[in-house]
């Protein structure tokens, strides 16, 4: 395991629930959760993408809500629940939100793509429904230099309008979306 | 029998004469009536499951054991020399296993012999003084400041046209122009076509420096097993890195692998091997431990590349009906302190539009600012600005319709080399992105600035013109497994652009599979060679000989089957994944049944790309049709649409053309409106370090884009009559922006990104000037 502190730093106790796991770890006050999430938990489909907090490229979850990993210290996770991309798929199979990604080619490089991906999940747990101009304005932090832009808004709105206009039994797809959603909701509400 | 012919090939906007090694005879062509189940079809990328997953590993992503992190120290100078260095404090610190520095790293020469590996005179802020290697990238930062280093800081020159001045800080020993000259060019006579010129119009054009930015930043990762190096590079060339890295290590080529599966974006920034993968291998060499060294995205900002500024001016003579006569252009482009080749901005106006007489001279122009590189289209995207906005400029003065200006030059062969084009499909582009467009809905440019009133809708158009041929070397190798699955081998990389799915499309088509049955890997130098991802040729290049590959196998299952049927070979069928006899339906068999009787013995195919043609120019077309409205008492300017046509050949795959039509208009209305990477002039350093304050689009920012493609097949250009599509879509963008605008307020302000605080200006000093004469539209003087 690759030690990101050296020898001198003290060491901080911190644990953190990781995708429903209850992880401690052992860390420089100042490691960020992502050097944290991707160097010592292996979990590297969040990505580093400027580690100053203008990209969006590490978006995760904080008790449900997307935060920058980049911008907050491993020891501020303390006793808090954090989702990261790997914690949507089961046993291989993609999630419906990554599914419409992949359906509307709303990824080129991918590179970005799993922030953009747990920003949209995390507005869709709050709103399920949102407008076009509420999923824009969410997703308005994560930068994109392939100009996957419009195919985002596609499967966005594939997840957030399917399910509005078929509040009986739209798609299979849009209906596991909130099925998904709602269980999230249940679990993460308090 | 292998044999060599000399060969006229594009790349990059360049042509140069190529030795080609032909080996044997391509395939026929793909037919244009010639009817394909996937490809042609959209299909979902191959691998999103991966990338969409979090799953898709990244150079970044690799945390290989014992693994040691570098961190460069760079110059904080735009120009100055190293008087003293020193790294006891550094090596001293907690966590650090090296320091390499020129005081001991091996002098390998840089920059085709401009520069070292280390030099101690640094040419831009931002050129590598140190590298530190240590347990952490923390530790190593840290341990980065603990170097002593004593500068002498010497004069600097960071803009273009001042480099050229005879008293200018001369940057290299040869001086500050790359080649030592212009490049120039000249057909007919100039001076006679603007002699029989009725109307002449004159424009001057400047773009700005452009970072490429790919999410994923600059990095490798290097480890040695005994005297054999692994590399996992961010990279768009890995047989180019491993090429570039035996030479500076001096090692046997078979003696590096380089691997690059799945890569973060590069847009040209990453089509060579950098410093950053030397140091990490001579530090892995050392430290016998595997070594990583990423960019941050602040180096990303002064250290990767850029598409180098330009200061450009262009006149046009013609006579009333709009027939051009005279071309005359100069550019000049600030390639930065290093850059081995320069910046084709000439191609548009030499090439595009019918014209006798032209006359273009380009200067490449070493500055003290960060390394240029290759960036989507290098040169065309500000050379259309030039071009374009001159044409509409020229259309708007003698009241003609800017569409019908263009059809009035079209081009029907290529005035350069002279010779015919393989096929130009722009009129059915044109006549394509009109209609969806609504082009006739263009009311015509207003006489006069409009300062007030509310928002105004305008109505702009740029032509596209790029190479995209690709061309040989490329190999592939196809295996059909056991099972009837299919293994794809080839050198290539995707770096995002789906090239991993239409490779997928093409040999799934041919073996009758679906797709789901063929898995492409790429990316790792153990495969057959490829040529490097850009140019738009990937698969122009590959995709050729995955065909060959893939149609070997398949005539190995069939000559297999027909042993096995009892049929001769010509009678055998290979359809939907089943081998028949024709005419005795019964007599068949499935390919994975008859692959599972044969066990490991192996069914495979080996495919090259062939020569391209001789004596005819391949080009890719197009053309867009921006809709902007402009707040004239603001300056703002809001896209509405861009309409964008191609013809780039034969689509593979529609989705992912649709998605390369989508990034190369997004790029080029952040290079249109808002991007801007600046070098204060005063300090030589580079003001925007990230996302902060470089500006690039944002979801609120991207108007509607309408994607069509012509979608003929190029009859004669390789054996799937494709073409590339990577770097064509972002050509005409800014040149239909800054056309538009015109047309919605009478200003044509084409000084790159024109925000609203040129437009007011240009507002004003036009308005200004028609209130002592009524101005004539079209060009303003900047």
């Known amino acids: ?190 | 029998m292998p044999k060599i012919v000399r060969q006229k090939i594009e790349f990059e906007g360049r042509v140069e004469e190529r030795d080609v090694v032909l080996e044997g005879d391509d395939l026929p062509i793909w037919k244009a009536e010639q009817s394909f189940r996937i490809v042609g079809t959209p299909v979902a990328r191959v691998d999103g499951a991966e990338r969409a997953g979090g799953i898709a590993q990244y150079t970044a992503d690799l945390y290989p054991a014992g693994l040691i992190f570098g961190a460069v120290l760079r110059s904080p100078h735009a120009r100055a020399r190293i008087r003293r260095l020193d790294t006891a404090g550094a090596e001293r610190a907690p966590g650090v296993r090296a320091v390499l520095s020129h005081l001991n790293a091996p002098g390998i020469p840089w920059y085709n012999g401009l520069s070292a590996l280390f030099d101690v005179e640094l040419r831009y802020a931002g050129e590598e003084v140190a590298a530190v290697f240590a347990d952490g990238a923390a530790a190593a930062r840290d341990a980065m400041e603990l170097i002593e280093v004593d500068y002498e800081v010497l004069p600097h020159v960071v803009d273009p046209e001042a480099a050229l001045a005879p008293d200018a800080p001369k940057i290299h020993a040869g001086g500050n122009v790359l080649g030592g000259a212009p490049e120039q060019y000249t057909r007919g006579d100039v001076e006679r076509g603007f002699g029989d010129a009725d109307v002449t119009v004159e424009l001057r054009a400047e773009t700005q420096d452009v970072l490429h930015h790919s999410m994923e930043t600059h990095g490798s990762i290097c480890e040695w097993t005994g005297d054999r190096l692994t590399i996992w590079d961010s990279t768009q060339h890995i047989f180019g890195v491993r090429r570039q890295l035996a030479a500076a290590l001096r090692i046997p080529m078979d003696h590096v692998r380089v691997l690059s599966r799945f890569m973060g974006g590069g847009f040209g920034s990453k089509n060579q091997a950098a410093k950053y993968t030397v140091l990490a291998a001579l530090a892995a060499r050392r430290l016998r431990r595997p070594v990583k060294i990423m960019f941050t995205r602040a180096e990303e900002s002064i250290a990767a590349g850029k598409r180098p500024r330009s200061v450009q001016r262009i006149r046009l003579g013609a006579r009333r009906d709009g027939r051009l006569v005279a071309i005359e252009y100069r550019g000049v482009s600030g390639v930065g302190a290093y850059r081995a080749i320069g910046t084709p901005l000439a191609g548009p106006a030499k090439e595009l539009y019918a014209c006798p007489n032209v006359r273009t001279e380009v200067w490449n122009v070493f500055t003290n600012t960060g390394p240029s590189a290759a960036f989507r289209a290098p040169g065309f995207v500000e050379g259309t600005v030039a071009l374009d906005c001159a044409m509409e400029a020229l259309a708007d003065r003698l009241g003609l319709d800017p569409l019908a200006l263009r059809l009035t030059n079209y081009a029907p062969a290529d005035q350069v080399l002279d010779r015919g084009y393989s096929s130009k499909f722009l009129r059915e582009a044109y006549d394509m992105a009109a209609r969806a467009a609504g082009w006739s809905r263009r009311t015509r440019t207003p006489q006069a600035p409009v300062r007030t009133g509310g928002p105004r809708r305008g109505l702009g158009m740029a032509s596209q013109i790029w190479g995209g041929a690709g061309s040989a070397p490329a190999y592939a190798e196809v295996r059909v497994n056991a099972d009837g699955s299919v293994d794809v081998r080839i050198g290539t990389q995707d770096i995002g652009t789906g090239a991993r799915t239409a490779l997928a499309q093409i040999a799934a088509e041919v073996l009758t599979l679906p797709i789901e049955r063929v898995t492409v890997r790429l990316g790792d130098t153990d495969f057959p060679y490829s040529p490097l991802s850009a140019g738009s040729q990937t698969i122009a290049s590959c995709g050729p000989a995955v065909r060959m590959a893939a149609e070997e196998a398949r005539r190995h299952l069939v000559e297999t089957a027909a042993s096995v049927l009892e049929a001769a070979p010509s009678d055998i069928r290979l359809e939907a994944a089943g081998l028949s006899v024709a005419g005795v339906p019964d007599r068949k068999l499935a390919v994975h049944e008859l692959t599972g009787r044969m066990g490991n013995f192996t069914i495979a195919g080996r495919g090259f790309r062939g020569a391209n043609p001789d004596n005819v120019t391949i080009r890719t077309w197009g053309v867009h049709i921006a809709e902007v409205e402009v707040d004239p008492e603001t300056g703002e300017v809001r896209v509405i649409k861009i309409t964008a046509c191609h013809d780039v050949g034969r689509v593979i795959n529609p989705m992912g053309y649709r998605s390369q039509i989508e990034g190369g208009v997004i790029q080029g209305l952040g290079m249109a409106l808002c991007e801007d990477h600046v070098t204060d002039p005063d300090s030589g350093t580079v003001m925007d370090l990230g996302f902060d304050t470089y500006a690039m689009p944002r979801q609120s920012m991207v108007p509607e884009i309408e994607a069509l493609a012509v979608g003929r097949p190029d009859p004669v250009a390789n054996n799937l009559g494709v073409k590339g599509v990577g770097e064509p879509p972002i050509i005409p963008t800014p040149a239909a922006i800054v056309n538009a605008v015109a047309n919605a307020v009478g200003v044509r302000v084409t000084s790159l990104p024109i925000t609203p605080a040129k437009i007011l200006r240009a507002l004003h000093a036009a308005s200004g000037a028609a209130a002592s004469k009524p101005a004539p539209s079209g060009a303003v003087p900047s």
Not at chain 1, 135 to 145: I, K, P
């Open chain 1, 1 to 190: 395991m690759p030690t990101a502190a050296v020898s001198t730093e003290p060491l901080h106790a911190v644990t953190v629930t990781v995708n429903g796991r209850a992880e401690t770890l052992h860390v420089p006050a100042r490691r960020s959760l992502l050097q944290a999430l991707r160097e010592d938990l292996s979990l590297t489909g969040t990505k580093e993408g400027c580690a100053v907090g203008t990209c969006g490229a590490c978006t995760v979850l904080l008790d449900g809500r997307p935060v920058l990993a980049c911008l907050l210290l491993t020891v501020q996770a303390g006793g808090r629940a954090v989702e990261t991309i790997e914690s949507l798929s089961r046993d291989g199979a993609l999630a419906p939100i990554q599914e419409a990604f992949v359906r509307h080619d709303a990824l080129q490089c991918g590179f970005c793509t799993p922030g953009q991906i747990m920003a949209l999940e995390g507005l869709l747990r709050r709103t399920p429904h949102p407008s076009d101009e509420l999923l824009r304005r969410a997703l308005e932090g994560n930068v994109c230099r392939c100009g996957t832009q419009l195919r985002i808004q596609a499967a966005a709105r594939e997840l957030a309008g399917a399910a509005a206009h078929h509040p009986g039994g739209g798609p299979v797809a849009a209906e596991a979306a909130r099925d998904r959603t709602s269980s999230h909701d249940v679990r993460r509400s308090r």
